[in-house]
Nanobody
Framework: QVQLVESGGGLVQPGGSLRLSCAAS????????MGWYRQAPGKLRELVAR???????TYADSVKGRVTISRDGVRNTMYLQMNSLKPEDTAVYYC????????WGQGTQVTVSS
């Protein structure tokens, strides 16, 4: 099993930055794939970015160039650095982990508004 706890969400103005964190209950290098997803009201959950155990990253076209996914093996934490935020980035952001089964965190709200 893997427990995931997200943090770092909040209210930010357009053009601002946020860093989301996802703390895992086991070594992140033992996890096949970890990712960030988001779900806006009335919309389906969508991929934002993901990273494999080997460090290969994938980004959604809508966030390329503005978002960076990274990991800290000492803290067993995955991060999502988001820059140049837009109102359309407003959503609940979830992290997940593929470790046999797929595990999800509880989500953290990101609101981009002036």
């Amino acid at each position: 099993q893997v427990q995931l706890v997200e943090s770092g969400g909040g209210l930010v103005q357009p053009g601002g930055s946020l860093r989301l964190s996802c703390a895992a209950s086991r070594s992140i290098f033992s996890i096949s794939m970890m990712g960030w997803y988001r779900q806006a009201p009335g919309k389906l959950r969508e991929l934002v970015a993901r990273i494999s155990s080997g460090g290969i990253t994938t980004y959604a076209d809508s966030v390329k160039g503005r978002v960076t996914i990274s990991r800290d093996g000492v803290r067993n934490t995955m991060y999502l650095q988001m820059n140049s935020l837009k109102p359309e980035d407003t959503a609940v952001y979830y992290c997940n982990a593929l470790y046999g089964d797929l595990y999800w965190g509880q989500g953290t709200q990101v609101t981009v508004s002036s």
